[in-house]
């Protein structure tokens, strides 16, 4: 598995918002602080009392509770509060496990082998770069890969004013992942543009007409 994951496009994560995602069949929980500095964590989908998934749980004063009896985590990943013993000073060993996860280009990259450097930081492409979407794509996250012109260690393809990436949440499925530049074509029309690369991928069709959309401008 690569080092850095192309997970989700950002527009997933708002503030205050969690989602779940798999990477490699690792259930991992993205999660977007509410205060003001609204850091974007990524841990292990898993609260560490009775194995309940995180991503079923909410957000609240900068901390990450779970669903089931509502221990809270903070950003440190620790367990700060277990309501039914309010008054107990919670064990510094209930914590979550933790991944590193980066911003970038519409994107949130993780790094499950918790990676400082970030290698796809590239100064061409659009800082400010607009989610589109995520498309599920039924196969093999090679196979979307080379549809979309990206080479096997390569982060993102970028066709002109549109970015793509792709990661496999489980063996033989891909997501393929959206984003555009401000001048680059409409959210509506390249989502629409996605499900055709997606239905072609799928049918086991040319996706060069597809892709050639992109290069010709037909999106625009
Ligand atoms: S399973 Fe998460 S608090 Fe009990």
Do not use: K
């Not at 957000?59 to 509770?65: E, N, P, S």
């Not at 055709?196 to 996706?207: N, S, W």
Request: net charge neutral.
């Amino acid at each position: 598995m690569e080092r850095w994951q192309p997970v989700s496009v950002l527009s997933n994560i708002r503030r205050g918002e969690v989602a779940g995602v798999r990477i490699g069949g690792h259930e991992v929980v993205l999660w977007r602080e509410d205060a003001q500095a609204a850091t974007l964590h990524a841990w292990e989908d898993r609260c560490p009392h009775r194995g309940m998934r995180l991503s079923f749980g909410f957000v609240r004063d900068d901390a990450l509770g779970c669903l089931y009896h509502g221990w809270q985590f903070g950003g440190a990943a620790r367990c700060r509060l277990i309501p039914a013993h309010p008054r107990v000073r919670v064990p510094a060993s209930i914590h979550v496990r933790t991944y590193t996860v980066r911003e970038h280009a519409g994107l949130a990259w993780v790094s499950m082998e918790g990676a400082e450097d970030f290698p796809h930081r590239q100064a061409d492409w659009p800082e400010h770069a607009q989610p589109v979407r995520t498309v599920h794509v039924h196969a093999p996250v090679g196979q979307v890969r080379h549809a979309v012109g990206l080479a096997p260690d390569g982060g993102m393809a970028w066709h002109g004013p549109v970015g793509l990436a792709v990661h496999e949440p489980v063996a033989g499925q891909a997501m393929l992942h959206v984003v555009r530049a401000a001048d680059g074509p409409s959210a509506l029309t390249l989502s629409h543009w996605a499900e055709r690369l997606r239905d072609a991928v799928e049918g086991g069709v040319q996706t060069a007409p597809v892709m050639a959309e992109l290069a010709a401008g037909a999106t625009a």
